[in-house]
Every structure is written in structure tokens, then in C-alpha cells.
């Protein structure tokens, strides 16, 4: 099993390695294994309210919508984010497959959150050649604690 310092030292490499404007990208295993190893550390679950209801959520996750169901990007975002989240603290950005987690860790990094990371995969994963998720990476595909209401 990695350290706290191993995790660390290797999503910072991703961030150099991918020009990243945050402190670094993981693994949802890595992210798993992060909540463990750190005090503190928090997952921001960034997806839209009817998608923590009809696909699934992570337990113990800040849930704060990037983009409302509009699609409209949600304006309260970072307000929110401060609300619920301390600024020092570790916090991994989670999103259906890293795309939108992206975009939060980066306007996070830039408010001021200097332990913002990116859950690489999201919770579902990329699409498989027959179009559907959660075959190909993510936080459910790796067999991490998850609940459905």
C-alpha cells in the first residue's frame, strides 16, 4: 500500500507531466486511499443533483453542482465550495469521467485551494465501443464504496 507522500508525489507528477493548473490528478483508488491517509481530505462530488439520485453518489462527499441542471455553469460554485469546504484542506474533485471535475479543481486552484486535485476516471468512466459506462475506469468500476438512493 502507497504513503500519503507515494499518492502525493504521483499526482503532482501528473499535474507537471499534463500542465495542470492544480496541485495534481488521481486515481479514484489513489482518491480512495487519500480519505484514509489524510485528516480532512475531502471528495467534491461536482456531477448534477439527478445524477447523485438516478446513478449514484459517493458516502461521505460535498456534493455542489459545477454546472446546474440547466446546464448552465452554477454561479454560487466557489461560494458554495467555501461554505463547505475548508481551503487548506485536500480536496479531489469528482465528476462522471474528469471532465467537469477538471474545470472545478482548476477555478478551485485559483481561489485559492492549494491541495485541489482531480479524480481522474470520474465515477462512471469513459464509454466502452458499445456506448456505456462503467466498464472502462471509475470510481464504481474499481469496486469503491458508493450508495443509490
Not at 49 to 54: G, T
Not at 88 to 98: H, K, N, P
Request: glycine share 10%; with cysteine; aromatic share 8%.
Amino acid at each position: 500500500m502507497a504513503t500519503l507522500g507515494q499518492i502525493l508525489g504521483l499526482a503532482r507528477e501528473r499535474a507537471q507531466q499534463l500542465q495542470l493548473p492544480y496541485a495534481g490528478a488521481v486515481t479514484p483508488n489513489e482518491a480512495h486511499e487519500l480519505l484514509r491517509l489524510a485528516p480532512g481530505a475531502r471528495i467534491v462530488d461536482v456531477r448534477t443533483a439527478a445524477e447523485w439520485q438516478w446513478v449514484g453518489e459517493v458516502p461521505d462527499s460535498v456534493q455542489i453542482e459545477w454546472n446546474q441542471s440547466s446546464g448552465q455553469r452554477n454561479p454560487d460554485f466557489l461560494t458554495q465550495l467555501k461554505h463547505q469546504v475548508d481551503p487548506e484542506a485536500l480536496v479531489m474533485f469528482l465528476c462522471r469521467s474528469g471532465g467537469r471535475s477538471h474545470g472545478a479543481a482548476a477555478a478551485a486552484a485559483e481561489a485559492g485551494y492549494s491541495n485541489a486535485y482531480n479524480i481522474l476516471e470520474g465515477f462512471e468512466g469513459d464509454m466502452d465501443a458499445n456506448g456505456h459506462r462503467n466498464t472502462v475506469g471509475g470510481w464504481r468500476k474499481a469496486g469503491l464504496p458508493w450508495s443509490q438512493t
